[in-house]
T-cell receptor
Framework: GQQVMQIPQYQHVQEGEDFTTYCNSSTTLSNIQWYKQRPGGHPVFLIQLVKSGEVKKQKRLTFQFGEAKKNSSLHITATQTTDVGTYFCAGVLYNQGGKLIFGQGTELSVKP | DGGITQSPKYLFRKEGQNVTLSCEQNLNHDAMYWYRQDPGQGLRLIYYSQIVNDFQKGDIAEGYSVSREKKESFPLTVTSAQKNPTAFYLC???????????FGQGTRLTVV
């Protein structure tokens, strides 16, 4: 069954507000990836985190990987309407032959 | 252009019929994946393959079958045993296990 949990399922924000989505795994991950899916589209890769405690930034997006490599977060500062979409985390599980397991996703809507 | 191609984009079938969804990639990727996407449930892994002539079941493999006879191709058959086949199906590939995944445009299957 699903081993990567993501919250919240939905988030509605006013443009300019911050947004955070959280991802938790029941098992240690080899690495974690983040994807964005625009409405009507397919998931597009954003970033991969590999090291324990790793933090990476892409403009207004900040990605973190927990010390135990079981949780991760994506934070968007000052959201814009172009940020609309569903954000997925995806974990690569240790010792399971490259299995890439996705969280349920967080759907972000931004009110102008 | 390099990429991953799914066809068709929309597919309609009568209940009780098997249907095969096509997935082709020219990225020379070793790993390929099939996911099913339903509203509110994210992407659930059906099957994945790390190498030609080998594949593993994902979390929801019942009622589905795959083959990996060529590196470029990973077709998915939705059989009549799948109880609720209407969904959006996404195929993905990655250079090797654990690397970023590239997704096709998806096939929306409707069974009536």
């Amino acid at each position: 069954g699903q081993q990567v949990m993501q919250i919240p399922q939905y988030q509605h924000v006013q443009e300019g507000e911050d947004f955070t989505t959280y991802c938790n795994s029941s098992t240690t991950l080899s690495n974690i990836q983040w994807y964005k899916q625009r409405p009507g589209g397919h998931p597009v890769f954003l970033i991969q985190l590999v090291k324990s405690g790793e933090v990476k930034k892409q403009k207004r997006l900040t990605f973190q990987f927990g010390e135990a490599k079981k949780n991760s977060s994506l934070h968007i500062t000052a959201t814009q309407t172009t940020d609309v979409g569903t954000y997925f985390c995806a974990g690569v599980l240790y010792n399971q032959g490259g299995k890439l397991i996705f969280g349920q996703g967080t759907e972000l809507s931004v009110k102008p | 252009d390099g990429g991953i191609t799914q066809s068709p984009k929309y597919l309609f079938r009568k209940e009780g019929q098997n249907v095969t969804l096509s997935c082709e990639q020219n990225l020379n990727h070793d790993a390929m994946y099939w996911y099913r996407q339903d509203p509110g449930q994210g992407l659930r892994l059906i099957y994945y393959s790390q190498i030609v002539n080998d594949f593993q079941k994902g979390d929801i493999a019942e009622g589905y079958s795959v083959s990996r006879e060529k590196k470029e191709s990973f077709p998915l058959t939705v059989t009549s045993a799948q109880k609720n086949p209407t969904a959006f199906y996404l195929c993905a590939s990655s250079a090797r296990e654990g690397k970023e995944a590239f997704f096709g445009q998806g096939t929306r299957l409707t069974v009536v």
